[in-house]
């Protein structure tokens, strides 16, 4: 059955049809290309039936993926590693974003509407770049000519392998992190973090988990520096996301620069801006 709630999501224009696809896709049936095109209309549901025939040979074994399971588990650090283990070694660029249907191209798009968002909130030309949750490096290689240096850092080695085999000879580090602390960055040694879709795994882990980060966090950015988060939790409550994020702040030594916004044309995710305090 296609969720008709995800059709009108897509229909009204809430959602691309490329998140709309990988929403029917997480459900973990493959949609039938057939079905989307009896059921489509006029506009956004017209291009979601050509993208699923499109991607017809991709549906199956994305939806199999999402029925082997994508929740890490009680051990959320470890299970995430092992999810997104599982996901470099067999669908590098679903796993960093489930929606590009694991295309280079999409992801090539989508990564592209990104990092002008990431420009315009708190441009990276010059600066000292931490990507936590890097996957498999493309925000990092996407900045690397700009920035003073990059560092990407994620808790899956087989997602950072991916990334450092796909650097050449892009200025961009790329380690393993335990998902909570960052040792591997001193004091004051950055100028922007960002957060890109790994957040939510850092909320299913825990309040202690997420306070030692954002503690990190602060610790690691110089006065002034940015904190960027894109999507905070998938918890489903937009107001919960905002007062956990803007007690984090408090706690932390931030100031709230934005909140809940939705930057994205492409992708729904919903995007936090803190500043550390000078």
Do not use: K
Request: with cysteine; glycine share 10%.
């Amino acid at each position: 059955m296609i969720d008709p709630a995800i059709m009108a999501a897509c229909a009204a224009g809430e959602i691309s049809p490329e998140i709309a696809l990988s929403r029917l896709l997480l459900l973990g049936t493959a949609p039938d290309p057939a079905e989307l095109a009896r059921l489509a209309t006029p506009g956004p549901l017209a291009r979601l039936a050509v993208l699923a025939d499109t991607y017809r040979d991709q549906l199956e074994p994305l939806s199999a993926f999402a029925r082997a399971g994508l929740d890490p588990g009680d051990d959320a650090m470890a299970g995430t590693a092992a999810l997104f283990d599982r996901f470099a070694a067999q669908a590098p660029e679903a796993g960093v974003a489930f929606y590009s249907l694991g295309d280079p191209a999409v992801l090539a798009r989508a990564t592209a509407e990104l990092v002008s968002v990431i420009r315009a909130w708190a441009p990276p030309a010059g600066r000292r770049v931490v990507d936590l949750g890097c996957g498999i490096g493309r925000v990092s290689l996407a900045l690397a000519d700009e920035a003073a240096a990059v560092t990407g850092i994620d808790v899956s080695a087989g997602m950072v392998a991916a990334a450092q085999a796909r650097s050449g000879g892009a200025c961009a580090t790329f380690v393993q992190g335990d998902g909570l602390r960052l040792p591997m960055i001193g004091d004051g040694a950055g100028d922007l973090v960002l957060a890109i879709d790994c957040w939510p795994f850092v909320v299913r882990a825990g309040a202690d988990a997420t306070d030692t980060l954002v503690a990190e966090i602060a610790r690691v950015l110089a006065p002034g520096g940015d904190f960027l988060i894109f999507n905070w939790s998938y918890r489903g409550d937009p107001a919960l996301d905002e007062r956990d994020a803007r007690a984090l702040a408090q706690a932390h030594g931030f100031d709230v620069v934005r909140v809940g916004e939705r930057p994205f044309e492409l992708w729904d995710g919903v995007g936090f801006h803190l500043r550390r305090r000078a």
